[in-house]
């Protein structure tokens, strides 16, 4: 650091210098996030200095992010809860915001962890080793960070010919130190869902828990013409992850938490002193609270309306990328569920790589089967879809 | 949420409403946190949809990241290394940005777990059973939440009579299980600093790593009269925690954790498949792009200069508040080290209490002894201090 500051126009250059090597996620077909909207950009500014680490001081962003927990629940199909006098969860709705999908993964296998060895989970037999969770082969690499932390074993059951998990496999792989079972509602690679139901119904045979981590079909699911069974309308479910700084269209850090039973929450607390409250369950100790204000504004500004619009957005995207695709001869791998498309196309590393020095375009790859991944999101346009099928045209007949 | 989404007028409505429930910092004598720098503020918003978890589409946000790092480094001497082709690290110094303190020091724990396990830190014996680390009686709340999650056990060393880690409780607790010490840099409580030069000795001889949490004091110590050892310059020292989000007057998210060698980073790495980079060391996924610009602009902005004249203006205010509490009978549990008061006063839950109701001051409570803690902070003033005692000496002459 300069013994002396610099002036405000010297650390201006010096940003605006620097921005202009960031992607402005024209021709990203790469990212589950996007820009987010406006009005979530201002509400965000406005709460500015909220701390959500301390309640007391911050009742009003709280209650924002109370409003939100309340709205995902709703959408969740979460059950309503009267805990009136509760500390740790005054809505209706159990959970929390926090600060993305890994946060959220990783606090949902806590909280079974500690339902389990506290013995507030009757499990049918009593754990005789290390617990284990049992995750599909697709999961997020947020597990590998859940795996490496937290002394918990996790067992990846294998994937089925359309890339869900197979139900054999996660069977064959719970075992007496099994705790939990996690599905994935628009996995990050092939945007497929797991089978959300069939889960359940293990992990109820099973006395299992059951986290869906739907950090990005939290917000997509919903709003399909023909939505798969993955919230908490499933009996099974315990815990879902979703983001809404990714298809929620909020501001980074904007992860949510929601739980079936305020339990989880009480697994999760430790003590606060010297705070306006007197525990906190949360991973994080100061917290955003311009992104929960973000969250709450976009939510309330879009409703249920402006999220289907975006995701039917979206969707003819994809529509409009796999039949070009399939034009030049190209075939996904699966019929896109969601805005994810995995195109089967030769030499795909190398593609990819041609894609962005030739052309600038950002894609990535899937790790098995290598295909080419694509994310349409709301930032990319339909004429956009064009030219990127142009270039992949002469990348791919250059090869 | 409601079907169709309310005008934009309606949610900021909505939303001024929330913000006026939320306190102003004005009369807040409890917070660690402050306001953000004007300057933070505008560069926050600048980079508002930059993702630091996925560094190839947001280079340049990245790059500030990376500056942060390497003004951090040189603000707390921190070795220089010339690692040009490595990916984790492209600074000179070795860290990242992480949402805060508590995350930080999750980190540095599962670092030197994963250091021990992997075989890659020599210990003097092989590990006999679950790995501990000791730390002082004064540590944060958030070791609880390393104790919870980790598989770690966390041994507490009780305080010296000035509130500083005794040394011979620290050698007493250390066994053949023990992987590293903990001593903090301007403890929440009392503001104290551990002995972190004795500290240093003790896990050099004994092989242990050594974490100094110095989320408060690291935009702290360096700039007071006379600063104690508790940085990399002093040679046991192997991870630094600093949040720029509460003495550095940046936005809320902004740790970050600093450590003396590449490997520390290396052990915490997952692979990521389908990102602009191969794998990620980070606790989160995605990260606020927003908080790296924002702290390099406030870093820049006011350089050593200014962050001096922020400490001499905090310590003046505190020595007003010793030294007006003294006229009126209140000695304070010991000379305040940094801007941090433990005030012995009769009665002091109930003081707290009418202190708030009465007069609307925020203050918090010293778990053992229970004294009333006051944080001198940016936001406060010297006229408050005076209102404050004034107030102060009604509420305890009517108790």
Known sequence: MNEHGLSEREVFSYLENAKSEDTDYYRVLSSMCTHPHKIAVEAHRLFIEANLGDLGLFAGAHRLEQEVVRMLGELLHAPSIDFPSRDSCKSSVCGYLTTGGTESNIQAVRGMKNLVTSGRKGLKKGLKGTPNIVIPESAHFSFDKVADMMGIEVRRASLDSEFRVNLASVEKLINANSIGLVGIAGNTEFGQIDPIDKLSEIALENELFLHVD??????????????????????????????PHKMGLSTIPSGALLFRSPSFLDSLKVNTPYLTTKSQFTLTGTRSGASAAA???????????????????????????VEGARKIGFEPLIE????????????????????????????????????????????????????????????????
Chains 1, 2 share one sequence.
């Open 214 to 243: 739907a950090a990005f079909g939290g917000f997509v699911i919903p709003f399909l013409e023909k939505p798969q069974p993955f919230d908490f309308k499933v009996p099974g479910v315990t815990s879902i992850a979703i983001d």
């Open 295 to 321: 969250t709450c504004a976009v939510m309330k500004y879009l409703g249920n309306e402006g999220y289907r619009k975006n995701v039917q957005y979206c969707m003819q995207l994809t529509s409009k990328m």
């Open 336 to 399: 896109p569920v969601m805005n994810v498309i995995a195109l089967k196309v030769p030499n795909s590393d190398l593609v990819r790589e041609q894609l962005l020095n030739r052309f600038g375009w950002n894609v990535s790859i899937t790790r098995t089967p290598r295909t080419l991944r694509l994310v349409l999101m709301p930032h990319n346009r339909p004429e956009d879809i064009e030219l990127f099928l142009q270039d992949l045209k002469k990348v791919t007949a250059e090869i």
